[in-house]
């Protein structure tokens, strides 16, 4: 994998400004976010990256099924 110098960011940088991370995965399609001096993230747009392409369909059964699964103790507990 080939890593754009100019969409990195520390981790302790992007816990401090998540705003900037994003502006980067925006202006490269990623961001590369650094920890001990070493890769281990990435933050993709999920709307320009080619790595991932989803349809806006795909994108909200996507971020259905993780809000499910989150809350699925208290949907349990309201179907009651």
Do not use: C, W
């Amino acid at each position: 994998m080939t890593i754009n110098t100019n969409a990195i960011i520390s981790v302790s940088e992007a816990n401090q400004n998540f705003t900037k991370a994003t502006r980067l995965a925006e202006q490269h399609g990623q961001a590369i976010i650094f920890k001990n001096n070493k890769p281990k993230y990435i933050l993709l747009d999920l709307e320009s990256n080619p790595i991932i392409e989803m349809s806006d369909d795909e994108k909200i059964d996507f971020v259905a099924a993780r809000i499910l699964k989150k809350y699925k103790p208290a949907f349990l507990e309201l179907a009651k």
